[in-house]
């Protein structure tokens, strides 16, 4: 079964420094693609960055990063230099080729920045 | 474009009422998902349509019924309303992204069945 864990329910950071946020997935599959997604309290699902199981390089978007451990099946989001906008709900997700273009999503980690 | 778009944003029901919760899409997607997030759950899957003319159920499909009326349109419907379907709502659609599938959001519904 395809699986997404975030253990993390609540991690805080002062405005300026960086934080990851913790992501560990479980698939047989060898076709996959990892997805972070943000959620403000306004409620909306705004999409961060993406990373392709085949993709060699650790995908950035912006001041967001996704560290992309394969044989660890990990795929932690790093923001740089935080911002008080910042604070969200982040969700991690995973597709998997072969099954339908469903998505599996972890349970979430809430983000507090400190100024 | 308006992307994904969700009515109504807020509706409260009383316990065995019926209702529709409308979703449509401008961007010429495939497939569109109905989902539920409950706190501390995340979100989880109640339908989902491949394509037009076909739907299958996901994780939590009891209670709920869709219907995908043409290729914009994907509608879900609770027959007989239970407080336990109190929780907010999100329709999305779906497009190719690398070798998988970028999922793109509604609003969402905030749903409140008393």
């Known amino acids: 079964a395809q699986k997404i864990t975030q253990t993390q329910p609540g991690m805080f950071v002062q405005e300026k420094e960086a934080v990851t946020l913790d992501c560990t997935y479980d698939t047989s599959d060898p076709s996959y693609g990892l997805f972070w997604y943000k959620q403000p309290s306004s409620g909306e699902m705004i999409f961060l960055i993406y990373?392709?199981?085949?993709?060699?390089q650790n995908a950035t978007e912006g001041r967001y990063s996704l560290n992309f451990q394969k044989a660890r099946k990990s795929a932690n989001l790093v923001i740089s230099a935080s911002q008080l906008g910042d604070s969200a709900m982040y969700f991690c997700a995973m597709s998997i080729q072969f099954t339908g273009n469903q998505f599996y999503f972890g349970t979430g980690t809430s983000l507090t920045v400190i100024p | 474009n308006a992307g994904v778009t969700q009515t109504p944003k807020f509706q409260v029901l009383k316990t065995g009422q019926s209702m529709t919760l409308q979703c449509a899409q401008d961007?010429?997607?495939?497939?569109m998902y109905w989902y539920r997030q409950d706190p501390g759950m995340g979100l989880r899957l109640i339908y989902y349509s491949a394509s037009e003319g076909t739907t299958d159920k996901g994780e939590v499909p009891n209670g709920y019924n869709v219907s995908r009326l043409n290729k914009r349109e994907f509608s879900l419907r609770l027959e007989s309303a239970a407080p336990s379907q109190t929780s907010v709502y999100f329709c999305?659609?779906?497009?190719?992204?690398?070798?998988?599938?970028?999922?793109?959001f509604g609003p969402g519904t905030r749903l409140t069945v008393l």
């Open positions: 999305a659609s779906s497009e190719a992204r690398g070798i998988t599938y970028e999922q793109f």
């Open positions: 961007m010429n997607h495939n497939s």
């Open positions: 990373q392709g199981s085949y993709d060699q």
